[in-house]
T-cell receptor, first 115, second 114 residues
Framework: GENVEQHPSTLSVQEGDSAVIKCTYSDSASNYFPWYKQELGKRPQLIIDIRSNVGEKKDQRIAVTLNKTAKHFSLHITETQPEDSAVYFCAASIPGGEYGNKLVFGAGTILRVKS | GAGVSQSPSNKVTEKGKDVELRCDPISGHTALYWYRQSLGQGLEFLIYFQGNSAPDKSGLPSDRFSAERTGGSVSTLTIQRTQQEDSAVYLC????????????FGPGTRLTVL
């Protein structure tokens, strides 16, 4: 089955610096890759997603890149701010045919932005 | 509009007791997912529903775990004869369904088995 690996497990950056989190997946049929942010004690929330027909997507300070050949995708946060501190999860879809897709999540990255 | 809701928010139970966790998805969302998140860990897939059908139960950890969904809406996750290792936050999510749509998460139920 699908396996999603996420690195690093923890990441500390200085406020204003960039942060990059990387994920790899194993199933070449995966075609949807969302990123979720989970603040302490709160529910995960989608921050950006990308589909396999594009290589890059950007939304203000957040961008995601996808390399289908290498089966990896990355989250880039520029000009980090203290409120970016949270756990970030990547995920890859598992096609389920007529029953639809499910997501397999990475183990998460704890991002700490130091001010 | 209303988001995904879950109840109870917290549940403390004794080892060996049965518990039921409830999820109310966003109205109109046909897909519903259950995940388990242990302290400081990632999201472990348990089961998902498309309408009332559960095409994938592969994530259920043991036969003590079961889930149902009736009327294509509310879902309950039942854990029988709870064990201490069942302690975790149980998250429910819903999406418009079928293919590659954003999953909206509920606030979770924190289960503590003493």
């Amino acid at each position: 089955g699908e396996n999603v690996e996420q690195h690093p497990s923890t990441l500390s950056v200085q406020e204003g610096d960039s942060a990059v989190i990387k994920c790899t997946y194993s199933d070449s049929a995966s075609n949807y890759f969302p990123w979720y942010k989970q603040e302490l004690g709160k529910r995960p929330q989608l921050i950006i997603d990308i589909r396999s027909n594009v290589g890059e997507k950007k939304d203000q300070r957040i961008a995601v890149t996808l390399n289908k050949t290498a089966k990896h995708f990355s989250l880039h946060i520029t000009e980090t701010q203290p409120e970016d501190s949270a756990v970030y999860f990547c995920a890859a879809s598992i096609p389920g045919g007529e029953y639809g897709n499910k997501l397999v999540f990475g183990a998460g990255t704890i991002l700490r932005v130091k001010s | 509009g209303a988001g995904v809701s879950q109840s109870p928010s917290n549940k403390v139970t004794e080892k060996g007791k049965d518990v039921e966790l409830r999820c109310d998805p966003i109205s109109g969302h046909t897909a519903l997912y259950w995940y388990r998140q242990s302290l400081g860990q990632g999201l472990e897939f348990l089961i998902y529903f498309q309408g009332n059908s559960a095409p994938d139960k592969s994530g259920l950890p043991s036969d003590r775990f079961s889930a149902e969904r009736t009327g294509g809406s509310v879902s309950t996750l039942t854990i029988q004869r709870t064990q201490q290792e069942d302690s975790a936050v149980y998250l429910c999510a819903s999406s418009l369904g079928l293919h590659n749509n954003e999953q909206f998460f509920g606030p979770g139920t924190r289960l503590t088995v003493l």
